[in-house]
């Protein structure tokens, strides 16, 4: 890979680089009827959950969409798609057989994607737990990790053949801390010891599962997590007697989003500077072991970025609270108090989410030092929410500021790449205006609109944008089918 040269332009990627889209089964499939509720059911089914009261019973209507959606994948230019499977629609009780009916969805989208030239990306939880489950305990309970590893096993018995990119978990803090921290996630529980206990066995899940695929997947398999990092900062303008106190906070959110997951991963233990905060919500259900299978070595590591995040203390000025769009907040961080969030305004997304492209490359590069040792990177989500205008007479979507957004978001991942970072891939966020968890539908990240009530993809112009993004960087002079694979 060379340098930036002398003029600014940027060199090309590798003709291996994988250029993706990603989606989430709950988000897009609909077809309620045909799998089992999950947590993410019961939880909109609750009022004042959901922004504007909706659900994901019918969502994106994919199911019975698959083969124009593929099609929509084919002309965007990818070489690779990154979906989940549903796990109450493979397995509706969350145990035992799997359902032939489920299966046929998965197997149906993935001999499509094969047929378009499309690598298929599976990831195998994307916070959609079955009911049962949950009333069980879910993760909480440690036999849920058993059973996540079965039920990796099971669809990895069935797909293997044809799926060889796997990614165990997608976020494993919004599972914990939002889930059971927070309560602004399904299940809904607001306590911090539990968001502590959950991400453990969410993290001992994946690695459980790991262990046990790697003894049943062929040598060419690749098998990652997907974590969602964020870097934090003392706001610009914070007076000097305030910075320290900012700084100490800064540390621990970088704590609690980052390195609890990171470290356990990639070092085998948790970061020793938050053990006195956490160790009591431990106790009790670590066991000798758990760490040495958490950490079960990676093909990849999955990272999703959006933003970086800026803090100041609470009593500076009159804004308001940080809590956006529930994804970020201080109430969703155990023991952080007395800071709020920076609000970019009108020059942030609509999620109040600022734009930080360097960001992506800071965050790039400081994996690589922090960890030395740690597997190839793949930016497994990056996109933006704006709310667009309607489509126009062409029925385009013009979205300049998400074309933008893209845009500067790959540059700044090319220059990390250019300076050393190993990264393999790029998943633009997503094909699909669709159910924004909390925020229901109130907020769009899609390269494509998705008309309410016909269901009529309209693609925007970011569309566009990230097809000739794909062709200006692509090196090797291949054609859209080609890589797709580390
Ligand atoms: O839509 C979500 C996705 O499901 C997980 N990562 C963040 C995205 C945007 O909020």
């Given at each position: 890979m060379n340098q930036v040269d002398e003029r600014g332009a940027l060199p090309s990627l590798p003709a291996a680089f994988v250029w993706g889209v990603g989606t989430s089964a709950f988000q897009i499939e609909g077809e309620a009827e045909g799998r089992s509720d999950s947590i993410w059911d019961r939880f909109c089914a609750e009022p004042g959950r959901i922004a504007d009261g909706s659900d994901g019973r019918i969502a994106c209507e994919h199911v019975s969409h698959l083969e124009e959606d593929v099609e929509l994948l084919?002309?965007?230019?990818?070489?690779?798609?990154?979906?989940?499977?549903?796990?109450?629609?493979?397995?509706?009780?969350?145990?035992?057989?799997?359902?032939?009916?489920?299966?046929?969805?998965?197997?149906?989208l993935v001999d499509g994607l094969l047929d378009a030239g499309i690598e298929p990306w599976a990831t195998l939880y994307h916070w959609d737990l079955p009911v049962e489950l949950q009333d069980d305990g879910g993760w909480l309970d440690r036999?849920?990790?058993?059973?996540?590893?079965?039920?990796?096993?099971?669809?990895?018995?069935?797909?293997?053949?044809?799926?060889?990119q796997w990614a165990t978990l997608n976020e494993p803090w919004c599972s914990a801390w939002l889930g059971y921290g927070s309560g602004v996630h399904a299940p809904g529980f607001a306590d911090h010891p539990s968001?502590?206990?959950?991400?453990?066995?969410?993290?001992?899940?994946?690695?459980?599962?790991?262990?046990?695929?790697?003894?049943?997947?062929?040598?060419?398999?690749?098998?990652?997590?997907?974590?969602?990092?964020?870097?934090?900062?003392?706001?610009?303008?914070?007076?000097?007697?305030?910075?320290?106190?900012?700084?100490?906070?800064?540390?621990?959110?970088?704590?609690?989003?980052?390195?609890?997951?990171?470290?356990?991963?990639?070092?085998?233990?948790?970061?020793p500077d938050l053990l006195e905060t956490f160790a009591p919500h431990l106790e009790g259900f670590v066991r000798d072991g758990d760490l040495r299978q958490i950490a079960a070595p990676l093909d990849y590591l999955g990272v999703n970025y959006y933003s970086d995040h800026f803090l100041l203390p609470a009593s500076d000025g009159s804004q308001e609270q940080g809590e956006h769009s529930g994804l970020a907040g201080p109430g969703s961080y155990p023991g952080v108090g007395n800071v709020r969030w920076s609000d970019p305004g009108d020059e942030g997304t609509s999620m109040g989410w600022h734009i930080t492209p360097e960001g992506?490359?800071?965050?790039?590069?400081?994996?690589?030092?922090?960890?030395?040792?740690?597997?190839?990177?793949?930016?497994?989500?990056?996109?933006?929410?704006?709310?667009?205008?309607?489509?126009?007479?062409?029925?385009?979507?013009?979205?300049?500021?998400?074309?933008?957004?893209?845009?500067?978001?790959?540059?700044?991942?090319?220059?990390?790449?250019?300076?050393?970072?190993?990264?393999?891939?790029?998943?633009?966020?997503?094909?699909?205006?669709?159910?924004?968890?909390?925020?229901?539908?109130?907020?769009?990240?899609?390269?494509?609109?998705?008309?309410?009530?016909?269901?009529?993809?309209?693609p925007k112009r970011s569309f566009e944008v990230y097809r000739d993004l794909i062709a200006r960087y692509r090196g090797g002079g291949g054609s859209g089918s080609s890589g797709g694979s580390l």
């Open positions: 084919r002309s965007l230019g990818v070489n690779a798609y990154r979906f989940s499977i549903s796990w109450p629609r493979v397995m509706p009780s969350g145990r035992g057989e799997l359902s032939g009916e489920g299966l046929d969805f998965y197997d149906r036999r849920t990790v058993d059973r996540f590893t079965d039920y990796a096993l099971g669809m990895h018995a069935a797909l293997g053949d044809r799926v060889r968001a502590v206990r959950a991400a453990h066995h969410l993290l001992l899940a994946h690695g459980r599962a790991v262990e046990a695929l790697r003894s049943q997947a062929p040598a060419d398999h690749q098998l990652g997590i997907v974590l969602n990092l964020f870097s934090f900062h003392t706001a610009p303008g914070v007076s000097e007697d305030r910075t320290q106190e900012v700084e100490r906070v800064v540390r621990l959110l970088d704590g609690e989003q980052n390195r609890w997951f990171l470290d356990p991963l990639l070092l085998g233990s948790y970061p992506l490359k800071a965050l790039l590069l400081r994996i690589g030092r922090d960890y030395p040792g740690a597997p190839a990177l793949v930016v497994m989500e990056n996109g933006a929410a704006f709310h667009d205008p309607l489509p126009g007479p062409d029925g385009t979507v013009e979205d300049p500021r998400r074309g933008a957004y893209l845009t500067s978001h790959v540059e700044s991942l090319i220059e990390a790449v250019a300076q050393g970072a190993d990264v393999r891939g790029y998943f633009a966020w997503t094909l699909l205006d669709n159910f924004e968890w909390s925020q229901g539908y109130t907020q769009r990240f899609g390269l494509v609109r998705v008309e309410e009530g016909s269901l009529r993809r309209f």
